[in-house]
Protein backbone atom coordinates (compact mmCIF):
# COMPACT_ATOMS: atom_id res chain seq x y z
CA UNK A 1 0.00 0.00 0.00
CA UNK A 2 2.59 2.66 0.63
CA UNK A 3 4.70 1.67 -2.04
CA UNK A 4 1.41 2.40 -4.31
CA UNK A 5 0.85 5.85 -2.54
CA UNK A 6 4.64 6.58 -3.28
CA UNK A 7 4.55 5.61 -6.36
CA UNK A 8 1.56 7.49 -7.12
CA UNK A 9 3.25 10.69 -5.68
CA UNK A 10 6.14 10.01 -7.49
CA UNK A 11 3.89 9.83 -10.94
CA UNK A 12 1.96 12.80 -9.52
CA UNK A 13 5.09 14.48 -9.24
CA UNK A 14 6.17 13.64 -12.78
CA UNK A 15 3.23 14.64 -14.38
CA UNK A 16 3.26 18.09 -12.90
CA UNK A 17 7.16 18.09 -13.64
CA UNK A 18 6.84 18.87 -16.98
CA UNK A 19 4.79 21.88 -16.36
CA UNK A 20 7.19 23.41 -14.36
CA UNK A 21 10.21 22.64 -16.88
CA UNK A 22 8.64 24.80 -19.03
CA UNK A 23 8.24 27.45 -16.41
CA UNK A 24 11.94 26.81 -15.32
CA UNK A 25 12.76 27.39 -18.90
CA UNK A 26 11.20 30.27 -19.41
CA UNK A 27 12.66 31.94 -16.16
CA UNK A 28 15.87 31.05 -17.17
CA UNK A 29 15.23 33.04 -20.81
CA UNK A 30 14.22 36.17 -18.70
CA UNK A 31 17.23 35.92 -16.39
CA UNK A 32 19.46 35.85 -19.22
CA UNK A 33 20.26 38.95 -20.53
CA UNK A 34 22.93 40.70 -23.38
CA UNK A 35 23.41 44.28 -24.90
CA UNK A 36 25.64 46.23 -26.52
CA UNK A 37 25.02 43.81 -29.55
CA UNK A 38 25.33 41.00 -27.35
CA UNK A 39 29.12 41.77 -26.45
CA UNK A 40 27.70 41.34 -23.09
CA UNK A 41 25.69 38.54 -21.15
CA UNK A 42 24.51 38.05 -17.96
CA UNK A 43 22.86 34.74 -17.00
CA UNK A 44 21.69 34.34 -12.98
CA UNK A 45 20.31 31.16 -12.38
CA UNK A 46 20.74 28.83 -9.31
CA UNK A 47 19.21 26.04 -7.17
CA UNK A 48 17.14 25.03 -4.60
CA UNK A 49 18.22 22.35 -2.24
CA UNK A 50 16.04 20.60 0.86
CA UNK A 51 18.45 18.53 2.12
CA UNK A 52 17.72 15.74 5.11
CA UNK A 53 20.27 14.21 6.98
CA UNK A 54 19.98 11.23 9.92
CA UNK A 55 23.11 10.17 11.70
CA UNK A 56 24.47 9.25 14.73
CA UNK A 57 26.30 11.18 17.30
CA UNK A 58 29.05 12.64 16.80
CA UNK A 59 27.69 13.76 13.44
CA UNK A 60 29.99 12.47 10.29
CA UNK A 61 31.92 14.23 8.36
CA UNK A 62 31.69 18.08 8.44
CA UNK A 63 28.37 18.33 9.56
CA UNK A 64 28.00 20.50 12.36
CA UNK A 65 24.97 19.94 14.04
CA UNK A 66 24.10 18.03 18.03
CA UNK A 67 20.70 16.69 16.74
CA UNK A 68 20.38 13.46 14.60
CA UNK A 69 18.27 14.36 12.44
CA UNK A 70 18.54 17.66 10.65
CA UNK A 71 17.09 19.69 7.61
CA UNK A 72 19.43 21.99 5.52
CA UNK A 73 17.79 23.56 3.07
CA UNK A 74 19.89 26.31 0.74
CA UNK A 75 19.27 28.35 -2.11
CA UNK A 76 22.04 29.31 -4.20
CA UNK A 77 22.39 31.81 -7.09
CA UNK A 78 25.07 32.09 -9.81
CA UNK A 79 26.12 35.02 -12.37
CA UNK A 80 27.68 34.34 -15.22
CA UNK A 81 28.65 37.35 -17.67
CA UNK A 82 30.44 37.20 -20.74
CA UNK A 83 31.88 40.22 -21.64
CA UNK A 84 33.44 40.32 -25.36
CA UNK A 85 35.01 36.44 -26.11
CA UNK A 86 37.60 36.82 -23.87
CA UNK A 87 36.59 38.00 -20.53
CA UNK A 88 34.43 36.08 -18.12
CA UNK A 89 32.95 36.72 -14.67
CA UNK A 90 31.12 34.85 -12.59
CA UNK A 91 30.13 34.77 -8.97
CA UNK A 92 28.21 32.39 -6.67
CA UNK A 93 25.88 33.34 -3.58
CA UNK A 94 24.48 30.98 -0.79
CA UNK A 95 21.55 31.28 2.06
CA UNK A 96 22.00 28.24 4.42
CA UNK A 97 22.96 27.24 7.54
CA UNK A 98 26.26 27.21 7.22
CA UNK A 99 28.62 26.37 4.40
CA UNK A 100 28.74 22.92 5.87
CA UNK A 101 25.34 21.38 6.77
CA UNK A 102 24.68 22.53 10.54
CA UNK A 103 21.30 23.26 12.92
CA UNK A 104 22.52 27.28 13.20
CA UNK A 105 20.33 29.83 11.61
CA UNK A 106 20.12 31.20 8.35
CA UNK A 107 23.24 33.11 6.90
CA UNK A 108 24.05 34.63 3.61
CA UNK A 109 27.50 34.40 1.61
CA UNK A 110 29.07 35.14 -1.44
CA UNK A 111 31.15 32.17 -1.99
CA UNK A 112 32.95 33.02 -4.72
CA UNK A 113 33.56 35.57 -7.46
CA UNK A 114 36.04 35.64 -10.07
CA UNK A 115 37.06 37.45 -13.11
CA UNK A 116 38.65 35.67 -15.72
CA UNK A 117 40.44 36.44 -19.06
CA UNK A 118 41.50 34.24 -21.81
CA UNK A 119 43.53 36.06 -24.28
CA UNK A 120 43.86 33.36 -27.23
CA UNK A 121 40.99 31.51 -28.80
CA UNK A 122 42.45 27.88 -27.89
CA UNK A 123 42.90 28.35 -24.66
CA UNK A 124 46.08 28.07 -23.85
CA UNK A 125 46.35 30.19 -21.13
CA UNK A 126 43.27 31.49 -19.05
CA UNK A 127 44.32 34.16 -15.60
CA UNK A 128 41.51 33.83 -13.13
CA UNK A 129 41.15 36.52 -9.98
CA UNK A 130 39.10 36.29 -7.23
CA UNK A 131 37.62 33.99 -4.95
CA UNK A 132 37.10 30.68 -6.43
CA UNK A 133 37.39 26.27 -6.06
CA UNK A 134 41.12 25.19 -6.22
CA UNK A 135 42.92 23.63 -9.23
CA UNK A 136 43.54 20.32 -7.01
CA UNK A 137 42.07 17.10 -7.76
CA UNK A 138 39.37 16.07 -10.63
CA UNK A 139 36.30 16.42 -7.57
CA UNK A 140 35.83 20.64 -8.09
CA UNK A 141 33.96 19.98 -11.15
CA UNK A 142 31.11 17.74 -9.28
CA UNK A 143 30.77 19.42 -5.76
CA UNK A 144 27.19 21.12 -6.62
CA UNK A 145 24.35 19.45 -5.62
CA UNK A 146 23.67 18.46 -9.38
CA UNK A 147 26.27 17.30 -10.45
CA UNK A 148 27.47 15.48 -7.55
CA UNK A 149 26.47 11.69 -7.46
CA UNK A 150 26.04 12.02 -3.96
CA UNK A 151 25.16 14.30 -0.98
CA UNK A 152 28.42 14.52 0.50
CA UNK A 153 31.90 14.84 -0.28
CA UNK A 154 34.64 12.19 -0.85
CA UNK A 155 36.47 11.50 2.37
CA UNK A 156 39.21 13.70 2.14
CA UNK A 157 37.05 16.63 1.49
CA UNK A 158 35.16 16.48 5.36
CA UNK A 159 36.65 13.95 7.41
CA UNK A 160 38.23 16.05 10.32
CA UNK A 161 41.65 15.16 11.90
CA UNK A 162 43.10 16.44 14.85
CA UNK A 163 44.60 19.66 12.73
CA UNK A 164 43.73 22.55 14.20
CA UNK A 165 44.41 26.09 12.65
CA UNK A 166 43.09 28.34 15.41
CA UNK A 167 45.72 26.74 18.25
CA UNK A 168 48.80 24.65 18.62
CA UNK A 169 48.74 21.58 20.20
CA UNK A 170 50.61 22.13 23.44
CA UNK A 171 52.15 18.18 23.57
CA UNK A 172 52.01 14.95 21.48
CA UNK A 173 49.25 13.60 23.49
CA UNK A 174 46.95 17.05 23.82
CA UNK A 175 46.92 16.69 19.68
CA UNK A 176 45.76 12.62 19.35
CA UNK A 177 43.34 13.26 21.83
CA UNK A 178 42.17 17.10 21.16
CA UNK A 179 39.31 15.63 18.82
CA UNK A 180 37.57 14.20 22.14
CA UNK A 181 37.55 17.04 24.39
CA UNK A 182 36.82 19.87 22.35
CA UNK A 183 34.32 20.98 19.42
CA UNK A 184 34.36 19.20 16.35
CA UNK A 185 34.68 22.61 14.34
CA UNK A 186 37.57 23.53 16.06
CA UNK A 187 39.63 20.64 13.82
CA UNK A 188 40.09 20.49 10.02
CA UNK A 189 40.11 17.67 7.26
CA UNK A 190 42.93 17.59 4.69
CA UNK A 191 41.33 19.25 2.27
CA UNK A 192 38.26 21.84 3.23
CA UNK A 193 35.68 20.49 0.63
CA UNK A 194 35.82 22.62 -2.95
CA UNK A 195 38.48 25.17 -0.91
CA UNK A 196 36.87 28.56 -2.25
CA UNK A 197 40.30 30.79 -1.21
CA UNK A 198 40.93 33.58 -2.90
CA UNK A 199 43.77 34.43 -4.99
CA UNK A 200 45.32 34.22 -8.38
CA UNK A 201 45.23 31.27 -11.05
CA UNK A 202 46.94 30.33 -14.22
CA UNK A 203 45.44 27.61 -16.22
CA UNK A 204 45.66 26.11 -19.77
CA UNK A 205 46.05 23.80 -22.47
CA UNK A 206 48.56 22.45 -24.45
CA UNK A 207 47.87 19.56 -26.75
CA UNK A 208 46.75 16.52 -24.55
CA UNK A 209 48.07 17.90 -21.81
CA UNK A 210 46.34 20.92 -19.49
CA UNK A 211 47.98 22.82 -16.57
CA UNK A 212 46.98 25.04 -13.55
CA UNK A 213 48.76 26.94 -10.87
CA UNK A 214 47.71 28.79 -8.25
CA UNK A 215 48.04 31.42 -5.21
CA UNK A 216 45.43 31.50 -3.30
CA UNK A 217 45.62 32.88 1.05
CA UNK A 218 44.54 30.05 2.39
CA UNK A 219 45.57 26.65 2.90
CA UNK A 220 43.27 23.15 1.74
CA UNK A 221 42.24 22.33 4.53
CA UNK A 222 41.62 26.50 5.94
CA UNK A 223 38.41 26.61 7.11
CA UNK A 224 35.62 28.65 4.78
CA UNK A 225 36.35 31.83 6.89
CA UNK A 226 40.15 32.14 6.17
CA UNK A 227 39.17 32.14 2.25
CA UNK A 228 37.84 35.51 2.44
CA UNK A 229 40.55 38.34 1.68
CA UNK A 230 39.75 40.29 4.53
CA UNK A 231 39.82 37.81 7.07
CA UNK A 232 43.20 36.64 5.57
CA UNK A 233 45.61 38.24 3.47
CA UNK A 234 48.65 36.62 1.42
CA UNK A 235 51.46 37.32 3.99
CA UNK A 236 51.52 33.51 4.36
CA UNK A 237 50.30 32.63 0.48
CA UNK A 238 49.53 29.13 -0.16
CA UNK A 239 50.77 27.78 -3.87
CA UNK A 240 49.04 24.69 -5.67
CA UNK A 241 49.30 23.10 -9.17
CA UNK A 242 47.89 20.34 -11.37
CA UNK A 243 49.16 18.76 -14.54
CA UNK A 244 46.83 17.22 -16.33
CA UNK A 245 47.16 14.56 -19.10
CA UNK A 246 43.69 13.41 -21.53
CA UNK A 247 44.31 11.00 -23.96
CA UNK A 248 41.24 11.23 -25.47
CA UNK A 249 37.74 12.13 -24.00
CA UNK A 250 37.03 9.17 -21.91
CA UNK A 251 40.55 9.32 -20.04
CA UNK A 252 41.49 11.88 -17.36
CA UNK A 253 44.97 11.73 -15.32
CA UNK A 254 45.79 14.67 -12.91
CA UNK A 255 49.15 14.78 -11.08
CA UNK A 256 48.52 17.81 -7.84
CA UNK A 257 50.69 19.25 -5.44
CA UNK A 258 50.15 22.35 -2.78
CA UNK A 259 52.36 24.01 -0.25
CA UNK A 260 51.21 26.49 2.47
CA UNK A 261 50.88 27.59 6.07
CA UNK A 262 47.54 26.00 7.60
CA UNK A 263 47.31 28.06 10.98
CA UNK A 264 45.01 31.46 11.05
CA UNK A 265 46.58 34.47 12.75
CA UNK A 266 45.07 33.96 16.08
CA UNK A 267 47.18 30.82 16.60
CA UNK A 268 50.47 32.46 16.78
CA UNK A 269 50.62 32.73 20.44
CA UNK A 270 50.26 29.36 21.05
CA UNK A 271 53.26 28.71 18.40
CA UNK A 272 56.44 27.87 20.48
CA UNK A 273 58.51 30.85 21.26
CA UNK A 274 60.59 32.38 18.19
CA UNK A 275 58.33 30.13 15.71
CA UNK A 276 56.10 31.73 12.93
CA UNK A 277 52.67 30.53 11.29
CA UNK A 278 54.95 30.41 8.52
CA UNK A 279 57.30 27.30 10.10
CA UNK A 280 54.23 25.15 9.77
CA UNK A 281 52.75 23.94 6.55
CA UNK A 282 50.75 21.82 4.95
CA UNK A 283 52.23 19.36 2.08
CA UNK A 284 49.64 17.69 -0.25
CA UNK A 285 50.12 15.16 -3.35
CA UNK A 286 47.74 14.38 -5.16
CA UNK A 287 47.23 11.63 -8.11
CA UNK A 288 43.76 11.74 -10.04
CA UNK A 289 42.31 9.91 -12.64
CA UNK A 290 38.34 9.76 -14.30
CA UNK A 291 37.00 7.81 -17.02
CA UNK A 292 33.44 8.48 -18.97
CA UNK A 293 31.76 6.57 -21.40
CA UNK A 294 27.69 6.71 -22.07
CA UNK A 295 26.07 5.99 -19.37
CA UNK A 296 28.96 5.00 -16.76
CA UNK A 297 31.43 7.46 -14.83
CA UNK A 298 34.31 6.71 -13.00
CA UNK A 299 36.80 8.98 -10.60
CA UNK A 300 39.57 7.97 -8.37
CA UNK A 301 42.08 10.29 -6.50
CA UNK A 302 44.59 9.50 -4.06
CA UNK A 303 46.35 11.90 -1.72
CA UNK A 304 49.26 11.94 0.55
CA UNK A 305 49.67 14.86 2.97
CA UNK A 306 51.82 16.07 5.49
CA UNK A 307 51.17 18.52 8.41
CA UNK A 308 54.29 20.24 10.53
CA UNK A 309 52.46 20.33 13.88
CA UNK A 310 54.32 22.00 16.70
CA UNK A 311 55.54 19.54 19.52
CA UNK A 312 54.42 16.87 17.44
CA UNK A 313 56.61 17.06 14.31
CA UNK A 314 55.26 15.73 11.26
CA UNK A 315 52.07 13.84 11.12
CA UNK A 316 51.27 12.08 7.64
CA UNK A 317 48.19 10.61 5.75
CA UNK A 318 47.44 8.89 2.81
CA UNK A 319 43.56 8.78 1.59
CA UNK A 320 41.56 7.57 -1.69
CA UNK A 321 38.14 6.90 -3.02
CA UNK A 322 36.92 5.36 -6.04
CA UNK A 323 33.65 6.64 -6.95
CA UNK A 324 31.30 5.11 -10.57
CA UNK A 325 27.98 6.50 -11.51
CA UNK A 326 26.34 5.11 -13.74
CA UNK A 327 23.08 5.49 -15.56
CA UNK A 328 20.43 2.88 -15.69
CA UNK A 329 17.59 4.81 -17.52
CA UNK A 330 17.33 8.17 -19.16
CA UNK A 331 16.02 9.56 -15.37
CA UNK A 332 17.65 6.94 -12.92
CA UNK A 333 20.73 6.45 -11.75
CA UNK A 334 23.09 5.04 -9.34
CA UNK A 335 26.53 5.58 -7.56
CA UNK A 336 29.13 3.94 -5.23
CA UNK A 337 32.02 5.32 -3.35
CA UNK A 338 34.46 3.47 -1.29
CA UNK A 339 36.61 6.16 0.63
CA UNK A 340 39.76 5.41 3.33
CA UNK A 341 41.88 6.95 5.10
CA UNK A 342 45.27 5.95 6.80
CA UNK A 343 46.79 7.57 9.48
CA UNK A 344 50.72 7.59 9.92
CA UNK A 345 52.46 7.37 13.56
CA UNK A 346 54.41 10.21 15.79
CA UNK A 347 55.80 9.53 18.71
CA UNK A 348 53.60 10.53 21.70
CA UNK A 349 56.13 11.89 24.20
CA UNK A 350 56.97 8.81 25.96
CA UNK A 351 59.12 6.47 23.53
CA UNK A 352 55.91 5.21 22.10
CA UNK A 353 54.69 5.76 18.20
CA UNK A 354 51.15 5.83 17.75
CA UNK A 355 48.70 6.42 14.98
CA UNK A 356 47.38 10.36 15.27
CA UNK A 357 43.86 9.30 14.60
CA UNK A 358 41.99 6.29 13.53
CA UNK A 359 42.26 4.75 10.43
CA UNK A 360 38.31 4.60 8.58
CA UNK A 361 36.42 3.75 5.48
CA UNK A 362 33.37 4.61 3.99
CA UNK A 363 31.05 3.49 1.81
CA UNK A 364 28.73 5.78 -0.16
CA UNK A 365 25.42 4.11 -1.96
CA UNK A 366 23.23 7.05 -3.64
CA UNK A 367 20.52 6.55 -5.97
CA UNK A 368 18.72 9.39 -8.08
CA UNK A 369 15.12 10.22 -9.94
CA UNK A 370 15.17 13.37 -12.14
CA UNK A 371 11.59 13.97 -12.74
CA UNK A 372 12.72 16.52 -15.57
CA UNK A 373 15.64 18.12 -16.31
CA UNK A 374 15.80 20.51 -13.51
CA UNK A 375 14.00 18.57 -10.59
CA UNK A 376 15.95 15.74 -8.78
CA UNK A 377 15.78 13.74 -5.80
CA UNK A 378 18.55 11.66 -4.26
CA UNK A 379 18.80 9.03 -1.44
CA UNK A 380 22.49 8.06 -0.15
CA UNK A 381 23.32 5.64 2.68
CA UNK A 382 26.88 5.91 4.23
CA UNK A 383 28.51 3.39 6.93
CA UNK A 384 31.67 4.80 7.91
CA UNK A 385 33.68 2.41 10.25
CA UNK A 386 36.77 3.27 11.88
CA UNK A 387 39.47 -0.09 11.21
CA UNK A 388 41.83 0.91 14.14
CA UNK A 389 40.91 1.92 18.12
CA UNK A 390 37.56 1.68 19.41
CA UNK A 391 35.92 0.38 15.92
CA UNK A 392 33.25 3.25 16.31
CA UNK A 393 30.74 2.85 13.46
CA UNK A 394 28.28 5.49 11.68
CA UNK A 395 25.48 5.66 9.65
CA UNK A 396 24.11 8.18 7.54
CA UNK A 397 21.21 8.46 5.71
CA UNK A 398 20.64 11.47 3.66
CA UNK A 399 17.66 12.86 1.24
CA UNK A 400 18.57 15.75 -1.03
CA UNK A 401 15.60 17.06 -3.40
CA UNK A 402 17.05 19.78 -5.82
CA UNK A 403 15.34 21.75 -8.26
CA UNK A 404 17.50 23.76 -10.70
CA UNK A 405 16.45 27.19 -12.12
CA UNK B 1 -13.40 -2.13 -76.70
CA UNK B 2 -15.84 -0.15 -74.41
CA UNK B 3 -13.48 -1.64 -71.01
CA UNK B 4 -10.86 -1.00 -72.65
CA UNK B 5 -11.83 2.89 -73.08
CA UNK B 6 -12.61 2.90 -68.78
CA UNK B 7 -9.08 1.50 -68.38
CA UNK B 8 -7.83 4.81 -70.49
CA UNK B 9 -9.99 7.13 -68.12
CA UNK B 10 -9.50 5.73 -64.95
CA UNK B 11 -5.46 5.65 -65.81
CA UNK B 12 -6.12 9.08 -66.70
CA UNK B 13 -8.00 10.29 -63.87
CA UNK B 14 -5.57 8.32 -61.19
CA UNK B 15 -2.58 10.13 -62.58
CA UNK B 16 -4.20 13.67 -62.79
CA UNK B 17 -3.97 14.31 -58.89
CA UNK B 18 -0.43 14.14 -58.57
CA UNK B 19 0.07 16.14 -61.32
CA UNK B 20 -2.12 18.62 -59.45
CA UNK B 21 -0.46 17.79 -56.12
CA UNK B 22 3.06 19.57 -57.12
CA UNK B 23 1.06 23.12 -57.98
CA UNK B 24 -0.73 23.61 -54.79
CA UNK B 25 0.17 25.58 -52.37
CA UNK B 26 0.03 27.49 -49.27
CA UNK B 27 2.30 30.52 -48.61
CA UNK B 28 2.50 33.29 -46.08
CA UNK B 29 3.66 34.77 -43.32
CA UNK B 30 4.03 34.36 -39.21
CA UNK B 31 4.34 36.74 -36.63
CA UNK B 32 7.51 35.65 -35.13
CA UNK B 33 8.39 36.21 -30.97
CA UNK B 34 11.56 38.76 -30.73
CA UNK B 35 15.12 37.43 -30.69
CA UNK B 36 15.98 35.76 -27.04
CA UNK B 37 18.76 36.91 -25.72
CA UNK B 38 22.09 35.63 -26.23
CA UNK B 39 23.39 32.33 -24.59
CA UNK B 40 25.53 32.41 -21.88
CA UNK B 41 27.88 29.37 -21.05
CA UNK B 42 28.62 28.70 -17.54
CA UNK B 43 32.40 28.12 -17.48
CA UNK B 44 33.13 28.43 -13.67
CA UNK B 45 34.74 24.87 -12.95
CA UNK B 46 36.50 24.32 -16.59
CA UNK B 47 40.10 24.67 -15.91
CA UNK B 48 40.99 25.09 -19.73
CA UNK B 49 38.58 27.57 -21.24
CA UNK B 50 38.35 28.63 -24.71
CA UNK B 51 37.75 31.98 -25.06
CA UNK B 52 34.37 33.08 -27.90
CA UNK B 53 31.26 33.00 -27.60
CA UNK B 54 27.92 31.02 -28.09
CA UNK B 55 26.43 31.95 -31.29
CA UNK B 56 22.51 33.16 -31.19
CA UNK B 57 20.04 31.04 -32.89
CA UNK B 58 16.81 33.42 -34.27
CA UNK B 59 13.72 31.73 -33.54
CA UNK B 60 11.95 30.37 -36.26
CA UNK B 61 8.40 28.83 -36.31
CA UNK B 62 7.05 25.70 -38.14
CA UNK B 63 3.86 25.63 -40.24
CA UNK B 64 2.40 22.09 -41.47
CA UNK B 65 -0.68 20.82 -42.27
CA UNK B 66 -2.67 19.14 -39.84
CA UNK B 67 -5.10 16.12 -41.19
CA UNK B 68 -5.47 12.54 -41.94
CA UNK B 69 -2.48 11.31 -44.40
CA UNK B 70 -1.56 8.23 -45.62
CA UNK B 71 1.90 6.91 -43.58
CA UNK B 72 5.34 6.46 -45.49
CA UNK B 73 6.83 3.43 -46.26
CA UNK B 74 9.99 4.95 -46.16
CA UNK B 75 11.72 8.47 -44.41
CA UNK B 76 14.87 9.89 -44.94
CA UNK B 77 17.13 10.28 -41.97
CA UNK B 78 17.74 13.77 -40.56
CA UNK B 79 20.64 15.06 -38.05
CA UNK B 80 20.74 17.33 -34.97
CA UNK B 81 24.56 18.06 -34.78
CA UNK B 82 26.34 19.55 -31.78
CA UNK B 83 28.95 21.84 -33.11
CA UNK B 84 30.63 25.02 -31.03
CA UNK B 85 28.10 23.44 -28.29
CA UNK B 86 25.05 24.15 -29.88
CA UNK B 87 22.40 22.35 -31.73
CA UNK B 88 22.18 22.75 -35.76
CA UNK B 89 19.59 23.24 -36.43
CA UNK B 90 18.37 24.33 -32.92
CA UNK B 91 15.25 23.16 -34.14
CA UNK B 92 14.00 20.41 -36.55
CA UNK B 93 10.60 19.80 -37.73
CA UNK B 94 9.88 15.91 -38.41
CA UNK B 95 7.10 13.35 -39.49
CA UNK B 96 6.53 10.95 -36.87
CA UNK B 97 8.61 7.74 -37.54
CA UNK B 98 11.52 9.53 -38.74
CA UNK B 99 14.89 8.18 -37.49
CA UNK B 100 17.68 11.56 -36.48
CA UNK B 101 21.16 10.64 -36.16
CA UNK B 102 22.99 13.32 -33.66
CA UNK B 103 26.73 13.68 -34.15
CA UNK B 104 29.28 15.22 -32.42
CA UNK B 105 30.97 17.84 -34.31
CA UNK B 106 32.70 19.00 -31.24
CA UNK B 107 36.48 18.24 -29.66
CA UNK B 108 34.33 17.15 -26.02
CA UNK B 109 32.21 15.02 -25.00
CA UNK B 110 28.10 15.89 -25.50
CA UNK B 111 25.55 13.54 -23.65
CA UNK B 112 22.38 14.14 -25.39
CA UNK B 113 18.96 13.50 -23.48
CA UNK B 114 15.47 14.43 -23.61
CA UNK B 115 12.80 13.81 -20.74
CA UNK B 116 9.98 15.00 -22.77
CA UNK B 117 6.54 12.89 -22.81
CA UNK B 118 6.76 12.44 -27.01
CA UNK B 119 10.52 10.71 -26.23
CA UNK B 120 12.39 10.44 -23.74
CA UNK B 121 16.26 9.32 -24.40
CA UNK B 122 19.72 9.56 -22.92
CA UNK B 123 22.72 8.93 -25.60
CA UNK B 124 25.19 8.86 -22.48
CA UNK B 125 28.38 10.66 -23.64
CA UNK B 126 30.46 9.58 -26.82
CA UNK B 127 33.81 10.68 -28.42
CA UNK B 128 33.27 13.16 -31.98
CA UNK B 129 35.12 10.10 -33.77
CA UNK B 130 32.41 6.99 -32.78
CA UNK B 131 30.87 5.19 -35.06
CA UNK B 132 28.05 4.27 -35.26
CA UNK B 133 26.07 7.39 -34.85
CA UNK B 134 24.17 7.49 -32.07
CA UNK B 135 20.35 7.61 -33.43
CA UNK B 136 16.77 7.82 -32.29
CA UNK B 137 13.56 7.12 -33.55
CA UNK B 138 11.09 9.30 -32.71
CA UNK B 139 7.44 7.76 -33.02
CA UNK B 140 5.41 9.85 -30.88
CA UNK B 141 4.14 12.95 -32.56
CA UNK B 142 5.28 16.06 -29.72
CA UNK B 143 8.16 18.39 -28.95
CA UNK B 144 10.74 16.88 -27.85
CA UNK B 145 13.07 19.24 -25.61
CA UNK B 146 17.19 18.24 -26.79
CA UNK B 147 19.41 19.28 -23.87
CA UNK B 148 22.67 18.07 -22.96
CA UNK B 149 24.26 17.12 -19.48
CA UNK B 150 27.28 18.72 -19.62
CA UNK B 151 26.79 22.10 -21.02
CA UNK B 152 23.73 23.02 -19.21
CA UNK B 153 22.78 26.14 -21.70
CA UNK B 154 22.51 23.72 -24.92
CA UNK B 155 18.68 23.36 -25.69
CA UNK B 156 17.38 22.65 -28.86
CA UNK B 157 14.11 21.18 -30.05
CA UNK B 158 12.73 18.65 -32.22
CA UNK B 159 9.09 18.94 -33.15
CA UNK B 160 7.46 15.70 -34.21
CA UNK B 161 4.62 16.03 -36.72
CA UNK B 162 2.09 13.16 -37.79
CA UNK B 163 1.87 14.95 -41.06
CA UNK B 164 4.51 15.05 -43.99
CA UNK B 165 3.07 18.17 -45.14
CA UNK B 166 5.44 20.88 -43.48
CA UNK B 167 8.04 23.52 -43.89
CA UNK B 168 10.16 26.02 -41.69
CA UNK B 169 9.43 29.71 -41.64
CA UNK B 170 12.87 31.93 -42.73
CA UNK B 171 13.90 34.53 -40.32
CA UNK B 172 11.62 36.72 -41.32
CA UNK B 173 8.30 34.71 -40.73
CA UNK B 174 7.89 34.07 -44.64
CA UNK B 175 6.87 30.52 -45.59
CA UNK B 176 5.87 28.88 -48.52
CA UNK B 177 4.05 24.73 -48.68
CA UNK B 178 4.06 23.28 -52.06
CA UNK B 179 2.79 19.66 -52.99
CA UNK B 180 -0.51 19.64 -50.98
CA UNK B 181 -3.13 17.71 -51.53
CA UNK B 182 -6.50 19.31 -52.61
CA UNK B 183 -9.27 19.43 -49.73
CA UNK B 184 -10.69 21.16 -46.07
CA UNK B 185 -7.68 20.97 -43.97
CA UNK B 186 -6.25 23.07 -40.57
CA UNK B 187 -3.20 25.31 -41.31
CA UNK B 188 -0.81 25.39 -38.15
CA UNK B 189 1.74 27.69 -37.05
CA UNK B 190 3.97 26.01 -33.89
CA UNK B 191 5.41 29.02 -32.66
CA UNK B 192 6.94 27.93 -29.58
CA UNK B 193 6.04 25.52 -27.04
CA UNK B 194 2.95 27.35 -25.38
CA UNK B 195 1.76 28.94 -28.93
CA UNK B 196 0.48 27.26 -32.09
CA UNK B 197 -1.76 28.92 -34.37
CA UNK B 198 -4.26 27.59 -36.67
CA UNK B 199 -6.41 28.47 -39.16
CA UNK B 200 -8.74 26.24 -41.37
CA UNK B 201 -8.09 26.38 -45.11
CA UNK B 202 -9.82 25.11 -48.62
CA UNK B 203 -7.08 23.45 -50.73
CA UNK B 204 -7.78 23.82 -54.50
CA UNK B 205 -5.91 22.11 -57.08
CA UNK B 206 -3.19 24.30 -58.72
CA UNK B 207 -4.31 27.34 -56.84
CA UNK B 208 -1.81 28.93 -54.36
CA UNK B 209 -3.26 30.35 -50.75
CA UNK B 210 -1.98 33.10 -49.28
CA UNK B 211 -2.32 33.04 -45.03
CA UNK B 212 -0.66 34.89 -42.40
CA UNK B 213 -0.18 33.96 -38.63
CA UNK B 214 -0.52 37.60 -37.41
Keep these: ?405 | MRLRGLLWLNTIFSGLPVALLASTAVEGRVELPKSHSAPVQAKRYEIVTHAGVLSTQPPLAVVYLDGSFPKPTSLPTKEVAQKDLTFIPALLPIQMGTKVEFPNLDDTYHNIFSYSPAKRFDLGRYRPDERPIPTEVFDKAGLVTLRCDIHEHMRGLILVLNTPYFVMTDENGRFRLDGLPAGHYTLKAWIDSRTTREKPVQLKSGQTLHVDFP
Excluded at chain 1, 128 to 154: C, D, M, Y
Excluded at chain 1, 245 to 270: D, H, I, K, Q
Design chain 1, 1 to 405: MKLRALSLCVFACTACAFDVDDFLDRLDSALTLSAFQDNLRARLSGTLDLEFYHFEQPAPGLINSNIDTLFNPRLTLFLDTQIGSQIYFFAQSRLDRGFDPSDHGAQVRLDEYALRVTPWDDGRLTVQIGKFATVVGNWVPRHLSWENPFINAPLIYENVTPIQDKSAPVSPLNFIYGPYYYEKYAFNPVIWGPSYASGISVSGRLGRFDYAVEMKNASLSSRPESWNITENGFEDPTFSARAGFRPNEAWNFGLSASEGSYFRREAEPTLPPGRDIDDYREFVLGQDASFAWRHLQVWAEFYEARFQVPQVGNADTFAYYVEAKYKFTPQVFGALRWNQQLFGTISDGYGHNVRWSQDLGRIDIAAAYRFTSRMQLKLQYGFQHETTGSGDDNHLLAAQFTVRF
